[in-house]
């Protein structure tokens, strides 16, 4: 299956600085990106959708100034996390679909967030 | 409103055969997905239903019926290595996928 490549893995950062959040489709062109965020024994919650070069879709009670998304190319989707607080600690999780849009989506490895 | 239910959460022994259940309710159809997530890992793709019927890859097989909105997830010869969460997740009119909590199921030896 098509490669998705998430960075960081993890990160800790303290209260009121910014993470980015990098996600990349190695081996096909991703005509769009989501991004998702999952707490501990939850579901997965669909934060955003990303096509490339236009803006991001944001889902309803998603903070668009908080959570930044740059969908510059068919391959990097980025998600800026501003003035982090601890309750943004969670799991980000991308995903990136190519094609017609029935067509599975290929997840990143994810990156655990944790504000100190 | 859109909806999946699932069981949160199934045992069974190893070297057995377990059902997980999804029910799902969406605005518009055009497929139901089950992916695999293992503790702290993103989820994984296990099969893609869009026609009634059973689709069988390997130990996996997923069976989906339109009419009563209705898929399950069968896995043979338990592992070890099969406990995990189950995502089940419907695919409505606007492409989008509407997801399930997740199953997470226990392998006793």
């Known amino acids: 299956g098509a490669v998705v490549s998430q960075h960081p893995s993890w990160v800790i950062c303290k209260s009121g600085t910014s993470v980015k959040i990098e996600c990349r489709s190695l081996?096909?062109?991703?005509?769009?990106m989501f991004w998702y965020r999952q707490f501990p024994k939850q579901s997965l919650m669909l934060m955003a959708t990303?096509?490339?070069?236009?803006?991001?879709?944001?889902e309803q009670g998603v903070e668009k100034d908080k959570f930044l998304i740059n969908h510059a190319s068919l391959t990097l989707s980025t998600l800026t996390v501003t003035s982090a607080h601890p309750e943004d600690s969670s799991f980000y999780i991308c995903?990136?679909?190519?094609?017609?849009?029935?067509?599975?989506?290929?997840f990143g490895q994810g990156t655990r967030l944790t504000v100190v | 409103g859109q909806n999946i239910d699932q069981p949160t959460e199934m045992t069974a022994t190893e070297g057995a055969i377990v059902q997980i259940n999804c029910t799902y309710q969406t605005s518009g159809f055009n497929g139901l997905f089950w992916y695999q997530q293992h503790a702290g890992e993103a989820p994984t793709f296990l099969s893609y239903n869009v026609l009634d019927g059973l689709e069988e890859k390997g130990r996996f097989s997923s069976f989906l019926s339109r009419s009563k909105g209705y898929s399950y997830l069968l896995l043979k010869e338990l592992q070890m290595k099969d406990s995990a969460s189950y995502l089940c997740a419907g695919l409505d009119s606007n492409y989008q996928l509407i997801w399930g909590a997740g199953t997470k199921l226990i392998i006793k030896p």
């Open positions: 995903s990136a679909r190519y094609g017609a849009e029935y067509t599975e989506a290929f």
């Open positions: 990303s096509n490339e070069g236009s803006k991001a879709t944001y």
């Open positions: 081996d096909f062109q991703a005509t769009t």
